[in-house]
């Protein structure tokens, strides 16, 4: 399946920005959806990640309470809204895919099989 992220930009802190994640094809909804961040030189890392039926969601601690995932699979689609955005949420996002089950870790970028292009979200302080 392809992934495209979208969404991005430049935004002053406490802003926000809907991130979308949108599958060339309608079985998005037969996968684990996640949301990583990477800076330059630095290693992908988790940030949030949603269930096949959007009931169940997973936070890396920063974020919480300032982003939501959430997912519309009839549009083939996975948003992230980030809300309250600090300088240190600057990165690329990737959205992520995979065959992930409920009792597997689903912060490991290594556990998702299909991978977005990236989009930039840059907050000025």
């Known amino acids: 399946v392809q992934l495209q992220a979208s969404g991005g930009g430049l935004v002053q802190a406490g802003g926000s920005l809907r991130l979308s994640c949108t599958a060339s094809?309608?079985?998005?909804?037969?996968?684990?959806v996640g949301w990583f961040r990477q800076a330059p030189g630095k290693e992908r890392e988790f940030v949030a990640a949603?269930?096949?039926?959007?009931?169940?969601?997973r936070y890396e601690d920063s974020v919480k309470g300032r982003f939501t995932i959430s997912r519309a699979n009839a549009k083939n689609t996975v948003y992230l809204e980030m809300n309250s955005l600090k300088p240190e949420d600057t990165y690329i996002y990737y959205c992520?895919?995979?065959?992930?089950?409920?009792?597997?870790?689903?912060?490991?970028?290594?556990?998702?099989?299909?991978w977005g292009q990236g989009t930039q979200v840059t907050v000025s302080s």
């Open positions: 949603i269930s096949r039926s959007g009931s169940s969601t």
């Open positions: 094809e309608s079985t998005l909804g037969n996968y684990v």
């Open positions: 992520a895919a995979g065959t992930l089950i409920t009792s597997s870790p689903w912060n490991i970028p290594q556990r998702y099989a299909y």
